[in-house]
């Protein structure tokens, strides 16, 4: 599996737009890049998944460039209730049996 | 999306007893779970890969006459912490792969907090 790395931590105020990179550098052909968010005390939560370009759900946008050598989180409008653990992981899930493997992942802390 | 649940969520007991945790895919069938445990400022780190109707597969370090996984249906998998010690307190965490809109995702249980005393 790719190997990812990550900042260690961020903070923001309530209100901005958080963007998380992640650099994946040996990401294979068939990988696909997630990332989940964790709180204390409880299992990850997936966010959002993508293969290039872009992604955008409810909750969250994944910028991939062209080379797919890094991703990029985008969290708009962050609230004190994003304050959380961020893992983005990379792997090839086509197959049912292949587990994820986190890194250290990213602590965002929003502040008032 | 699916649902991953834990019980119990957490548990204290002695040491040199044995502790159960189920693991369970409530909305679908899971041929593959994953057991996960996390310390505390850590990242989750991957024990074993828990395979319906055939041994566990252990991550190196991970001791599985210890640790006993036993994935006896498609919803239900199960990890006992065998004479646990203080040093097995952690975060316990299950998880299953799902099909969803045609890509696998990996969903994961709420956790289970074990205190060895």
């Known amino acids: 599996l790719a190997k990812t790395t990550q900042p260690i931590s961020m903070d923001s105020y309530e209100g901005q737009e958080v963007n998380i990179t992640c650099s994946h550098n040996n990401i294979a052909t068939n990988d696909y890049i997630t990332w989940y968010q964790q709180f204390p005390s409880q299992g990850p939560r997936f966010i959002i998944q993508?293969?290039?370009t872009k992604v955008t759900n409810e909750v969250a946008s994944l910028f991939i460039p062209a080379d797919r050598k890094s991703s990029t989180l985008s969290l708009p409008r962050v609230s004190l209730s994003d304050t959380a653990v961020y893992y983005c992981?990379?792997?090839?899930?086509?197959?049912?049996?292949?587990?994820?493997?986190f890194g250290k992942g990213t602590r965002l802390s929003v502040i008032a | 999306g699916a649902v991953v649940s834990q019980h119990p969520s957490r548990v204290i007991c002695k040491s040199g007893t044995s502790v159960k945790i189920e693991c369970r895919s409530l909305?679908?069938?899971?041929?593959?779970m994953f057991w996960y445990r996390q310390f505390p400022k850590q990242s989750l780190m991957l024990m074993a890969t828990s395979n319906e109707g055939s041994k566990a597969t252990y991550e190196q370090g991970v001791e599985k006459d210890k640790f006993l996984i036993n994935h006896a249906s498609l919803t239900l998998s199960t990890l006992t912490v065998t004479s646990a010690h203080p040093e097995d307190s952690s975060f316990y965490i299950c998880?299953?792969?799902?099909?969803?809109?045609?890509?696998?995702?990996?969903?994961f249980g709420p956790g289970t907090r074990l205190l060895v005393l």
């Open positions: 992981l990379v792997g090839d899930w086509n197959s049912g049996n292949t587990p994820l493997v």
């Open positions: 909305d679908f069938q899971a041929t593959t």
């Open positions: 998880s299953a792969r799902a099909l969803t809109s045609g890509k696998w995702a990996q969903y």
């Open positions: 993508g293969y290039k």
